[in-house]
């Protein structure tokens, strides 16, 4: 949380940065001490908002108006992989079998326009739809910026929250996890979430033109020489 309040100002330390208006927001937040040694400064109130909701609650919105379970999917995969489960087929052989229930998945369950959709009916001027866009995809590629910097994983459905009328993002959960010896764990097998909804939503242009110009700004803007981070990650 320290370090999202002190993003910024890295981001104002390049023109580009600057031009292109980046700023983390952060919801405002409240510290709770408390006489108890395990809870004290491990307890905080944050700032909450109507406005905000989850891409699990764009999902389950979905399957509510399609009349269909929210599980589905994960019943659809753990069903065809039982035979890997069960150890009746080669580890090269459940690579390829995954990939199919994968793509039966999208086919069947989870179309790539389940966002858009959503989007479009809760936006109806195409002014604010546009102005939604492009705070929202500025605002996803400083935060996915900010999860590979820091290697910061687990970054489901619904942990990313992000403002309706706005495009802001808010995620949850936003720390590195370690492991036993103390070192930062982070076993993702991609660098940061942009998924097959946010691809549509913001078509190809969105994708190589803001969400890509707004990475490399705040990617020059931390390796910029007048950026100091002082101290130590494990201190943020």
Not at 33 to 61: A, C, I, K, P
Not at 66 to 86: G, V
Not at 223 to 229: A, G, I, L, N, Q
């Amino acid at each position: 949380m320290v370090f999202c309040t002190l993003f910024p100002l890295f981001l104002t330390s390049t023109v580009f940065a600057d031009r292109l208006h980046l700023i983390v927001l952060t919801r405002a937040y409240l510290n709770c001490n408390s006489d108890n040694y395990f809870l004290h400064g491990q307890v905080r109130m944050v700032e909450d908002d109507l406005m905000y909701s989850t891409f699990l609650e764009v999902y389950e919105n979905h399957c509510a108006r399609n009349d269909r379970e929210a599980d589905l999917p994960i019943t659809y995969f753990k069903e065809q992989l039982n035979q890997a489960i069960s150890g009746q087929i080669s580890p090269e052989a459940v690579v390829d079998l995954r990939l199919q229930a994968y793509n039966e998945i999208t086919k069947i369950y989870v179309s790539d326009g389940i966002f858009s959709q959503y989007m479009y009916k809760t936006l109806l001027s195409g002014n604010h739809m546009w102005a939604f866009k492009k705070q929202f995809a500025i605002q996803l590629a400083l935060s996915s910026f900010m999860s590979f910097m820091l290697q910061i994983g687990g970054r489901s459905p619904n942990k990313i929250l992000f403002a309706k009328n706005t495009g802001k993002i808010f995620q949850t959960d936003f720390h590195p996890a370690y492991d036993a010896n103390g070192m930062i764990e982070f076993n993702e097998p991609v660098p940061f979430r942009l998924t097959r909804n946010m691809q549509a939503f913001f078509s190809h242009f969105g994708v190589e033109g803001l969400i890509v110009s707004a990475m490399c700004a705040a990617a020059q803007a931390v390796v910029s020489p007048k950026v100091s981070f002082g101290d130590h990650p494990f201190s943020w």
